[in-house]
């Protein structure tokens, strides 16, 4: 059967006391719908409508590049209308599944058991049971079948003691959604177009609602102010850490550790506390990362360590390099194995070759650094003249002395050395030594000032 997603974006989210509209707020560094878009892409659905309202043209830009159709609604009298302005596109035959923008978690395995469980009934709802359900829509049951769902609002003193609650996540066939809603009325304590009526509807036409739980309660929680979203951050971090562990990475401590992308593992990684990754990271066996360090798309080969406070921006790491503390990989940065990286180096669109080292204070940018140099503690490529920038290429085993500016475009040969302090401004050859200093000077016994008496 063809199935299309709707998806609910309409409403303010007053609560957020934010100017960014609420289904963009991030939840692990990607906006709340785009969560469920990306759901709704696992689940191979035919169309996704999303009903936007508020800051619309903000939450279409934000999805520019994904094939989602828009539907305007323009005032937002319900949730039972937001649905009925989908009609016009919403095809007559197949059945959709409707959720909320602002409820991210919902799995794809709770939306595959309620597709299935949908599958004969026409109807199906998300249910979950709660210990304190107030402010929810209720579940009524008769002998176990579901009657009715009413909004707290509306509810009865018993009705209020029921504890099992709608999610507001919903399989209906689209010929049922195209007949019942234009019937919709508002008749209700809030006087909105309730959704939630389609039930009794169904139950009036003689259907059966059929009903499934979510594996886990974060996947319908939904968010309406800050609170609940950083809670939300919480379980959703702390549910992909589980992941991470149960494939066999080692988190000293999943409570203090954020993935906000996609992170791909060897085998026996490890991650010390207050690590950030994002975008796409992959890590190969073996490596180890130090407490503090945010890494954002990048790929660390096998067997790299990287020492605390270290950050990551599009660069590549060969296997057993050694990184930080206080390292800072900029985009472009592509270091060989077992590359050395020390405390407060910079290395940006720069490639360095195997066993290399640059262990202390020091910027490498616009470079390209052959194999087994030692770049000295304090060096800096000068790349930047105010309105270009230069590259510096430095051969193999060359060895460049402490507090030595490279004023690019510069090369330094093979097996070159230059000497410490120096401002390099011209080729050095191969195997040859540069030094530009001036001559020491140097007087004996010197009398230092002394200090003028008053
Ligand atoms: C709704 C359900 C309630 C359920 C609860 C779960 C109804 C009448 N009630 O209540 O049974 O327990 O969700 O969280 O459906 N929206 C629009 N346009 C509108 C109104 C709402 O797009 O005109 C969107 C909101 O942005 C939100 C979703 O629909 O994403 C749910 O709306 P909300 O006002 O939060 O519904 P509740 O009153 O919480
Ligand atoms: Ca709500």
């Not at 197949?94 to 949908?118: E, F, N, Y």
């Not at 066999?248 to 906000?260: N, Q, T």
């Not at 066996?285 to 954002?296: N, Q």
Request: aromatic residues 6%.
């Amino acid at each position: 059967m063809s199935t299309s997603v709707i998806i609910l974006a309409a409403g303010k989210g007053t609560r957020m006391r934010s100017s960014l509209p609420k289904v963009l707020q991030p939840l692990a560094g990607r906006p709340l719908l785009g969560h469920v878009i990306e759901t709704a892409k696992k689940l191979h659905a035919n169309n996704i409508i999303t009903i936007y309202g508020h800051g619309g043209h903000l939450v279409q830009s934000a999805f520019a590049h994904e094939k989602v159709q828009w539907v305007e609604q323009a005032e937002q009298l319900g949730t039972g209308h937001a649905v009925k302005v989908t009609l016009p596109v919403l095809p007559q035959t197949g059945q959709s599944l409707i959720l909320s923008g602002d409820v991210p978690c919902i799995s794809q395995d709770t939306l595959q058991k309620l597709l299935d469980a949908s599958a004969n009934t026409g109807i199906g709802l998300v249910t979950l049971t709660l210990p304190d359900a107030s402010g929810y829509g209720r579940i009524v049951r008769k002998n176990g079948q579901i009657q009715a769902i009413v909004e707290h609002k509306d509810a009865s003193d018993t009705q209020r003691q029921i504890k099992e609650i709608n999610t507001g996540i919903y399989c209906v066939s689209n010929a049922k959604l195209h007949e019942w809603l234009p019937k919709l009325s508002n008749d209700n304590a809030q006087g909105e177009y309730y959704l939630t009526d389609i039930v009794a509807m169904a139950i009036a036409d003689g259907l059966q609602v059929s009903s499934v739980e979510p594996e886990r309660a974060f996947e319908v929680e939904g968010v309406n102010d800050r609170v609940q979203l950083a809670a939300l951050e919480r379980e959703y971090q702390a549910d992909q850490a589980k992941k991470l562990m149960q494939q066999g990475v080692h988190l000293i401590d999943p409570s203090r550790f954020d993935l906000r992308g996609k992170l791909t593992v060897g085998n026996d990684v490890r991650i010390d506390i207050n690590v950030i990754i994002e975008g796409e990271v992959e890590l190969g066996d073996h490596v180890e990362i130090g407490a503090g360090c945010v890494i954002k798309n990048t790929k660390i080969a096998s067997g790299t360590k990287v020492q605390p406070y270290s950050v990551f921006d599009s660069a590549i790491v060969g296997e057993d390099a050694q990184i930080g503390p206080f390292a800072r990989l900029r985009p472009g940065a592509k270091l060989a194995n077992e590359v050395h990286i020390g405390n407060f180096v910079e290395v940006k669109n720069t490639s360095i070759g195997l066993g290399s080292k640059a262990n202390h204070f020091t910027y490498l940018g616009d470079a390209e650094v052959g194999a087994g140099s030692n770049i000295g503690a304090g060096t800096i490529t000068c790349n930047y003249d105010g309105a270009n920038k230069f590259k510096t290429t430095i051969g193999d085993a060359a060895f460049i002395g402490s507090n030595s500016s490279l004023v690019a475009p510069v090369t330094i040969g093979n097996g070159a050395t230059v000497g410490a302090g120096s401002v390099i401004t011209r080729d050095v050859a191969d195997y040859s030594l540069a030094v530009e200093r001036s001559k020491q000077f140097a007087k004996e016994n010197y009398p230092r000032p002394q200090k003028i008496k008053k």
